[in-house]
């Protein structure tokens, strides 16, 4: 049975499988006290963003960040 699952899965598009794989992976995922977990820090994080409490940058300012540590990463090789 597995054979012909996975000949069959084989057999989609790229995209597909790509659709399959995250739906597979998420089903080994599937524990209540960690998607509790995932919840509550959700509603953390945005109840944060909505008080001014947590940080935000500018699509700017990451760029920046990244193009500084990537400088940095070719510089050290």
């Known amino acids: 049975m597995f054979e012909e ?20 992976l998420a089903s080994l995922d599937e ?3 960690i ?5 509550a820090e ?3 994080r945005v109840r944060a963003y909505r008080t001014g409490e947590m940080k935000t940058y500018s699509f700017e300012e990451v760029d920046a960040i990244v193009e500084g540590m990537l400088g940095s990463a070719e510089g050290e090789s």
């Open 5 to 24: 699952i996975e000949s069959a899965a084989l057999q989609l598009s790229r995209g597909d499988r790509a659709r399959l794989t995250e739906r597979l």
């Open 35 to 39: 998607e509790q977990a995932w919840e």
């Open 31 to 33: 524990d209540p006290a």
């Open 42 to 44: 959700i509603a953390r």
